[in-house]
């Protein structure tokens, strides 16, 4: 299987290159998003790619973006990513990867919904007795579902930086009132629909990550990716316990394995050894597979 790290394509103008994606414009107001292979880890870009993961991650998007459609208005524009770049080498580029997008401002959050208490969520837990500020009953277990569904947005950090938890009186600081009431309607919405579905097909989707953009009128859209194996959770539910971190379907099994090596967190992260790039090649294939099969 092919990998992509890095793309390449002249014909149109390159905008951004950010941890996983590569976006160029598309006239004046639209943009092509193209999933690389790279994988992201503690915030620090790896230099070992996941072969197939951009179009497993590509595939995923398009899925959620269909079936959930319905909820919240989104960026799609279902303009084939092929045509609007020149001859075949940058076809190969785009191809089962990329998406043409309409071009929205991006809000300054990121949209975090937590259905089970886990990660960086547990440890705040443990800590404090509360999951990002909001107090939580005594005595939760590491992977417990939450008594309900809780709506945790943080800053949106530039690549090699952490995001940073906030609450909603900060987000509404930072995006308006309005929209940042906006956006956690519809992010509980689109995960609580997402997990209802995922639950019949033997997925626990434990926590998710969204992105919102405005147009000029103020119109909030769901954009970015939704509901893949690196923005959300996923764990088989024949394996689900309480009290333990369950295996996933996603890139938690790299951080797992980065965990116990002696890595302060920081760029160059250690590298992969192939075992570890294959089996989480084979995670990320098989959340795609269970989900949308």
Not at 191 to 205: L, P, S, V
Not at 235 to 253: H, L
């Amino acid at each position: 299987m092919t990998t992509l790290l890095t793309t390449d394509i002249k014909s149109l103008p390159f905008l951004h290159r950010g941890k996983v994606r590569d976006i160029y414009a598309v006239g004046e107001d639209k943009l092509l998003v193209i999933q690389t292979d790279r994988l992201s880890a503690f915030d620090v870009i790896l230099d070992d790619p996941i072969p197939g993961k951009g179009e497993v991650l590509t595939a995923l998007s398009n899925f959620w973006f269909g079936k959930l459609g319905h909820l919240v208005p989104n960026h799609m524009t279902g303009i084939d990513p092929e045509s609007v770049v020149s001859g075949e080498a940058e076809r190969a580029q785009v191809r089962g990867r990329a998406m043409v997008v309409k071009k929205f401002k991006p809000l300054s959050i990121e949209a975090i919904v937590r259905g089970y208490i886990i990660g960086s969520g547990w440890k705040d837990y443990q800590q404090t007795g509360s999951l990002c500020g909001i107090a939580l009953p005594a005595g939760l277990k590491e992977a417990q579902k939450l008594p309900q569904t809780l709506f945790t947005p943080s800053t949106k950090a530039p690549a090699g930086h952490h995001d940073e938890n906030i609450s909603f009186a900060e987000a509404e600081q930072r995006v308006g009132k309005e929209a940042a009431r906006q956006v956690r309607d519809a992010a509980i919405s689109l995960y609580t629909h997402a997990a209802e579905y995922a639950a019949t097909r033997g997925i626990i989707i434990a926590d998710t990550k969204f992105e919102f953009g405005t147009d000029a009128q103020g119109k909030v859209y769901l954009i970015d990716e939704i509901m893949t194996s690196d923005s959300s959770r996923f764990w088989p539910m024949a394996e689900y316990k309480v009290g333990m971190s369950p295996p996933s379907f996603d890139k938690q099994f790299v951080r797992d394995w980065l965990e116990k090596q002696p890595w302060n967190k920081k760029a160059p992260a250690p590298r992969l050894p192939a075992d570890i790039i294959a089996r989480t090649a084979d995670k990320y294939r098989e959340a795609l597979r269970l989900l949308t099969s």
